[in-house]
């Protein structure tokens, strides 16, 4: 009799496994160990502060460390490279912005950002900031065109590096308004924002994290932002839209994303994991401090955003000529 019914218990739970309906606690746990996040960009820029933020909260949650690792170059490709190659067991993730944007200028890189990366959540959305050295003697977009077709090939703008979301702010502004700029790039928006408040570099398109604090400071001069609106934190700055620009509208993503080979379940998994945490009010307002918006949502929203930014870079990338190498 013992014997019969340990195998209709044997049967019975392989049957489960079978059907999917084993119980979760049954199952492999997630994370059994420390996770890695790559982030793209430097220290010190909004991908940076916002990949921390968000990691701190997430380690708390899954009781496991959560190992920030900056990998910069390249507009965030050989950060992504590195998780595209990872094992994709959820314990190599990727945090990013606007690796749509540079997938759209470099047409030999290692790894299919469709295919060979899995996108999980998309964290937040910030629009860009047009700012110059208080030297430069303009104290608007209009003027900015003047002085630059004045010098055709002599003003130049510094960017978090080619394939940026910046740089291709600058080559559109640039086929806007037919100026020739001189293309100075960096490994990180930081680093690029300091050499302009040293005025090495005239000018940027520079992140509300730090171009905000810049601004009020009087370390820069905001001449426009790229958001639909104005900005709560700069009342008086203009928008490109209203300036009569009116497809002048820039934004900078950034997202969760993991190898393509990572399971469903855990897309899943750290997706809810991830809105959860991006309600919580006050990582919402440290976020909104830095000029940026939270997003969340499903996997697929985040495709498509990623999609409508890919067609607009792509766009600018061949009416300027870019291919970076």
Request: aromatic residues 6%.
């Amino acid at each position: 009799m013992n014997e019969r019914l340990s195998i209709a218990i044997v049967a019975t739970a392989a049957t489960l496994c079978l059907s999917g309906i084993l119980p979760a606690f049954a199952q492999k746990a997630w994370p059994e160990r420390p996770v890695r996040l790559i982030v793209a960009f430097g220290a010190g820029g909004s991908s940076d502060t916002t990949g921390r933020t968000i990691a701190q909260r997430l380690s708390e949650q899954w009781s496991q460390p959560i190992v920030v690792e900056n990998r910069t170059g390249a507009g965030g490709t050989i950060a992504a490279d590195v998780v595209a190659r990872a094992t994709g067991d959820g314990y190599t993730l990727l945090f990013t912005s606007g690796l749509s944007t540079a997938a759209a200028i470099y047409p030999t890189l290692p790894f299919d950002w469709q295919r060979d990366l899995t996108a999980i959540v998309q964290t937040t959305l910030g629009p860009q900031m047009l700012v110059v050295h208080p030297s430069m003697p303009v104290k608007s977009v209009k003027e900015l065109v003047e002085f630059a077709k004045q010098r055709p090939g002599q003003v130049s703008w510094a960017t978090a590096g080619v394939g940026s979301n910046g740089h291709l702010a600058g080559e559109y502004f640039s086929g806007l308004f037919g100026v020739k700029l001189i293309h100075v790039p960096y490994k990180a928006n930081g680093l690029a924002a300091i050499d302009v408040i040293a005025g090495h570099v005239p000018m940027m398109f520079d992140q509300l994290l730090t171009g905000v604090p810049n601004v009020r400071a009087g370390r820069v001069r905001a001449l426009a932002v790229t958001s639909p609106k104005r900005l709560a934190q700069l009342p008086d700055v203009p928008t490109m839209i209203e300036l009569g620009y009116r497809e002048f509208e820039t934004t900078i993503w950034h997202g969760l994303m993991g190898p393509g080979t990572l399971p469903r379940e855990l897309v899943q998994k750290i997706n809810t994991d991830t809105n959860r945490v991006l309600k919580m009010p006050d990582l919402r307002e440290r976020i909104g401090a830095l000029g940026l918006e939270v997003v969340g949502g499903t996997p697929e929203a985040f495709v498509a955003e990623m999609k409508r930014d890919f067609a607009w870079a792509s766009k600018t990338a061949r009416a300027a000529g870019i291919k970076a190498e």
